[in-house]
């Protein structure tokens, strides 16, 4: 949701941040823009500027030959929020007079009003965003009560604002200095030597720095040539504390893969291994948590769960529902986190609620844990991303360890928080005395085996990329995805990949309600992608597929390898190893990714940065 980088230090400005803005811009990219305080020679400062319509490549053309250079910038890559995607919306934004200028990522809710009042002051709008009100009362501090101090008309302008913000302000007359601050949307701070960087995630900051201090909500950043002072909007000195990120700069690049997405996918039997490395006692059957920080009394303790998510960490934790109940004995609620937070939801102090998100930054899902923690729940993050407000706010953390997923379409984050229920249901469960110790070996057993059943999938790519040629034409307009018990969220998971992606509509159902409704829309040119793996349901899976072909409709099998009953019913089969069937949704996520992934190239989309999507929705 909009990427934001700065700079001070010694080296072109430009350079940095367009190099941190390509990495930022899964972020968001309908349009860009970047500002530098240049040198005057003999006259006053200016702010140069230069912004574009369309992604980063626009602006990168735009910058061959502009000139653009200087010690200190900002630079932005766009989602819209307020205001269609234009060269006028994009930022930064900058006050009449042009001489401060900033990035925004977030929503200033009462921009309206406040917009009223500065025009009825006469300061001239040029854009409809919030974020162009900023520049205004930054300004409108500046020349007043500020009397010139540019970190103090930044903090008065904040405290007339509602709503999430992460900026980034630099003004003409201190060419030494940049302003960051934050209320939540995401911001770090990367130190280096001589130079300071700001960005709405670390991999912008990867090629330069590892070093980052994490702003936490309320504090503003003041960056000159003498380092970097902490503080609260308040004026209150924080001190923050620094994290070496131990990803390395490969991580933010495409390596060799055409797409990142592809690229992820390919990942995953290295993210499984990470997932479990250290967390697994096969001769126990235990599974040892020890950066969880919640202690097992208060664990055990428990007396509910409800899990709360967006989108496919949604889709993981129903999985981790399935799993919880049958083998923790604990009844699980799963919640869109969109949803849990307006409802006036009933935590109670005994309630463990559970928030999956990749980014930890997911705007409604942090909002669920304060609502969940202001009533007294425990709250456990199951996070990808060290650092990030929903780690922080967290009470315990179950890291997913799959690094950093570039890719707008979740793939590997998605696995690895499957696997991340594995362990915690396997956990818990012998906590609970609910699971012998060799039930625990042999789910463990089977938790070992998922890095290279996985792998055996990836092997499979050129049939599964086939297999997409031949449905090609026929997913054109529409496509079912059906799956039962802990191949349902999988079939969720299969529509929401390729409707993200590819642009095709398609629908995920648990199979026994296809006959109260869905089976209407069976045709020959809506196939339907049945999971028909080897497990309790299979059988009811192959009926459904029956009633399916009865119609005259088009199935594609997700099966357990040499099963020959599937390809009978089925038009095209995929094949993955045999599985522990409540591991399975591990293992056919990826002939449901891969799948989406080549549909969607074939027709030409941009698998890596879908139309009106962005990853990381910070706003709600
Ligand atoms: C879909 C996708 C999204 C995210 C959702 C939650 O491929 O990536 O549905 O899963 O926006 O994001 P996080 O996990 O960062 O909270």
Same mark, same amino acid.
């Given at each position: 949701m909009c990427g934001i980088?700065?700079?001070?230090?010694?080296?072109?400005?430009?350079?940095?941040?367009? +190099?941190?803005?390509?990495?930022?811009?899964?972020?968001?990219?309908? +349009?860009?823009?970047?500002?530098?305080?240049?040198?005057?020679?003999?006259?006053?400062?200016?702010?140069?500027?230069?912004?574009?319509?369309?992604?980063?490549?626009?602006?990168?053309?735009?910058l061959d030959g502009a000139n653009l250079a200087g010690a200190l910038g900002i630079g932005h890559t766009r989602w819209a929020t307020h205001g269609t995607p234009s060269e006028a919306n994009s930022h930064p934004h900058f006050d009449t007079s042009g001489r401060i200028a900033v990035v925004h990522n977030g929503i200033i809710e009462n921009f309206q009003e406040l917009r009223e009042m500065l025009e009825t002051q006469g300061f001239l709008f040029r854009s409809q965003t919030d974020t162009e009100t900023l520049a205004h009362l930054i300004r409108m501090y500046y020349d007043g009560e500020a009397a010139g101090d540019l970190a103090e008309a930044v903090r008065g302008a904040l405290r007339l604002v509602q709503g999430a913000y992460a900026i980034g302000v630099v003004c003409a007359d201190h060419p030494d200095l940049l302003i960051a601050a934050r209320q939540g949307s995401p911001l770090v701070v990367g130190i280096g030597e001589d130079e300071t960087f700001i960005a709405s995630d670390v991999p912008a900051l990867l090629r330069f720095t590892r070093d980052v201090v994490y702003l936490e909500n309320g504090q503003i950043c003041c960056i000159s040539r003498d380092g970097r002072t902490f503080e609260t909007l308040d004026g209150q000195t924080a001190e923050p504390a620094v994290r070496h990120i131990d990803w390395d700069d490969a991580a933010a690049e495409k390596e060799g893969f055409p797409h990142f997405m592809l690229k992820e996918i390919h990942q995953q039997p290295d993210v499984l291994r990470n997932v479990l490395q250290g967390r697994l006692a096969p001769d126990t059957g235990d599974v040892v948590l020890a950066d969880l920080a919640l202690a097992p009394d208060q664990l055990k303790a428990c007396q509910n769960i409800v899990i709360v998510a967006c989108g496919t960490a949604w889709h993981a934790g129903l999985v981790g529902k399935y799993l919880l109940e049958r083998f923790a004995k604990i009844p699980v609620e799963v919640e869109v986190s969109s949803e849990y937070r307006y409802r006036e939801p009933l935590a109670r102090p005994n309630t463990l609620v559970i928030a999956v998100s990749q980014s930890g930054e997911t705007a409604d899902t942090l909002e669920a844990i304060r609502i969940a923690k202001q009533q007294g729940a425990q709250v456990m993050g199951v996070v990808n991303v060290v650092g990030s407000s929903i780690d922080r706010e967290s009470d315990g953390v179950l890291y997913t360890h799959?690094?950093?997923?570039?890719?707008?379409? +979740?793939?590997?984050?998605?696995? +690895?928080?499957?696997?991340?229920?594995?362990?915690?249901?396997?956990y818990l469960a012998r906590l609970r005395n609910v699971l012998s110790?060799?039930?625990?070996?042999?789910?463990?057993?089977?938790?070992?085996?998922?890095?290279?059943?996985?792998?055996?999938?990836?092997?499979?790519?050129?049939?599964?990329?086939?297999?997409?040629?031949?449905?090609?034409?026929?997913?054109?307009?529409?496509?079912?995805?059906?799956g039962r018990t802990f191949n349902y969220p999988s079939a969720l998971e299969g529509a929401l990949k390729l409707k993200e992606i590819s642009y095709i509509h398609a629908e995920g159902y648990a199979a026994g309600e296809m006959k109260h409704g869905p089976i209407a829309l069976v045709?020959?040119?809506?196939?339907?992608?049945?999971?028909?793996?080897?497990?309790?349901?299979?059988?009811?899976?192959?009926?459904?597929?029956?009633?399916?072909?009865?119609?005259?409709?088009?199935?594609?099998?997700?099966?357990?390898?040499?099963?020959?009953k599937v390809a009978q019913y089925s038009d095209h089969v995929i094949y993955v190893p045999e599985c522990f069937e409540p591991f399975s949704p591990i293992v056919v996520a990826i002939p449901i990714q891969l799948f989406a992934y080549y549909i969607a190239t074939n027709r030409g989309c941009d698998v890596d940065q879908p139309r009106n999507l962005a990853k990381s929705v910070t706003v709600e």
């Open positions: 980088v700065g700079y001070l230090g010694t080296r072109n400005a430009v350079d940095v941040i367009m +190099s941190g803005l390509h990495r930022l811009e899964y972020r968001g990219y309908d +349009s860009a823009g970047i500002a530098v305080v240049a040198n005057g020679d003999g006259q006053p400062n200016r702010l140069d500027w230069v912004k574009s319509l369309g992604k980063l490549a626009e602006l990168d053309r735009k799959a690094g950093p997923e570039i890719g707008v379409a +979740s793939t590997k984050a998605y696995t +690895s928080q499957l696997a991340a229920f594995a362990l915690f249901t396997i110790a060799d039930e625990g070996r042999e789910m463990v057993a089977h938790l070992r085996m998922l890095p290279d059943k996985i792998q055996q999938c990836l092997d499979q790519a050129g049939i599964i990329e086939q297999c997409s040629r031949n449905f090609k034409y026929i997913v054109a307009h529409s496509a079912l995805y059906l045709t020959d040119m809506v196939p339907a992608i049945c999971i028909a793996v080897k497990g309790d349901v299979y059988e009811k899976m192959i009926s459904n597929i029956q009633e399916i072909r009865a119609r005259q409709g088009v199935v594609l099998a997700i099966a357990t390898e040499g099963d020959i």
